[in-house]
């Protein structure tokens, strides 16, 4: 990933512990693994359309 001034990082995760988190694991797991990534993709998408929208209302600013 790279660093600056207009970049996120963002990390979410999920731990299935005690006696039943290996079954848990096995049969959610690859569910929630899944979920989680749609959630981040969606994220993503949302805060590069909110992102470009912010930089035209600067440009268009900056041009009146």
Do not use: H, I, Q
């Amino acid at each position: 990933w790279s660093e600056g001034p207009d970049r996120t990082f963002y990390l979410t995760y999920e731990r299935f512990s005690g006696v039943l988190g290996p079954l848990v694991r096995a049969l959610y797991g690859e569910r929630v693994r899944a979920g989680f990534l749609r959630n981040a993709l969606a994220l993503r998408e949302r805060a590069e359309a909110r992102a470009a929208t912010e930089r035209t209302r600067e440009t268009s600013a900056r041009k009146s």
